[in-house]
C-alpha cells in the first residue's frame, strides 16, 4: 500500500514537470509581478544583402545566397498576427563555407547593422536547416550597454529544417533603472565553432526567421509625456 502511494505521489510530481527541452519564457528572469510577453519576428532573412560572412583568410571562404525556401512546420508569429503584419516570406539566408583545411575553425554571419528587440528579452530562436555536422551554433548579441555576449544555442546535429531557441539569462543586463531610453538587447549575428575533425571540404547551413519572445510590459507603461535619453 506504501508503495502504490509513493508511487502515486511521483507521478503527480513529474506531470506537474514542463516536458524536456522545452523553456518556458515566463520564468525566466521573472522579477515582477506582471508581465506582457510576445513573440515576434526580428527578421526573416529575406534578401542575403543586409548580410555578410566572416572567417580567417586563410581557414576558408563564406559565401552567402539568398534562396527560396520556407520551414514547412513554420506558423505566423503571434506578434505578426496581433499587428496585422504580413510581410513576404518566401526565401531563406543559404550559407556555404569551404574550408581550406582540417582544424579549429570558426565562421560568423553578422547583419549588415545590429537588430534591436524592444523590451526584455526571454527567450531567442532561429530556424535552422542542417547537415548533420558537430558544429555548434552561437548566438552574439550586444547587452545594454554595448558589451558583445554570446549565447550558445546547442549542436547543428540534424537534418532539416528545426527551431533552435536558447534563454536570455537573467544575468545579461537588459535595462538600467538610471535610464529611460528603451529597454533591450541587440542582435549582432551567428557565430558557428567547427569540429576540428568535420571541418574539412564544403559545409551548407540555412537560416530563416529570427524570433523573441519579449517582455513588453515596461515599454507599454512608459510615460508619454517623459523626456527620451537617446541623444
Known amino acids: 500500500m506504501k508503495m502504490r502511494i509513493i508511487a502515486v505521489c511521483v507521478l503527480a510530481i513529474l506531470g506537474a514537470l514542463p516536458a524536456a527541452g522545452q523553456i518556458d519564457p515566463s520564468k525566466i528572469g521573472k522579477d515582477q509581478a506582471q508581465q506582457q510577453l510576445v513573440e515576434v519576428s526580428i527578421s526573416k532573412l529575406e534578401d542575403a544583402a543586409f548580410w555578410h560572412g566572416a572567417m580567417a583568410l586563410d581557414d576558408g571562404i563564406v559565401t552567402l545566397r539568398s534562396l527560396p525556401g520556407s520551414p514547412a512546420a513554420k506558423k505566423p508569429a503571434e506578434g505578426d498576427v496581433q499587428n496585422r503584419i504580413n510581410e513576404q516570406d518566401t526565401r531563406v539566408l543559404g550559407v556555404k563555407v569551404d574550408f581550406y583545411h582540417r582544424g579549429v575553425v570558426n565562421f560568423t554571419v553578422h547583419p549588415t547593422a545590429p537588430l534591436p528587440i524592444a523590451g526584455l528579452s526571454k527567450t531567442i530562436s532561429v530556424w535552422i536547416a542542417g547537415r548533420n555536422f558537430n558544429h555548434t551554433l552561437k548566438i552574439l548579441i550586444d547587452d545594454y550597454f554595448g558589451r558583445p555576449m554570446e549565447l550558445t544555442v546547442g549542436k547543428l546535429t540534424f537534418m532539416g ?53 519579449t517582455d513588453l510590459f515596461g515599454e507599454a507603461r512608459r510615460d508619454s509625456d517623459d523626456m527620451t535619453d537617446g541623444w
Open 161 to 213: 529544417w528545426k527551431k533552435l531557441t536558447v534563454a536570455v539569462p537573467p544575468s545579461i543586463t537588459q535595462t538600467d533603472y538610471h535610464f529611460t531610453y528603451k529597454d533591450g538587447i541587440k542582435i549582432t549575428g551567428f557565430k558557428i565553432e567547427c569540429d576540428p575533425l568535420e571541418a574539412m571540404g564544403t559545409y551548407y547551413l540555412y537560416f530563416d526567421d529570427i524570433r523573441v519572445v
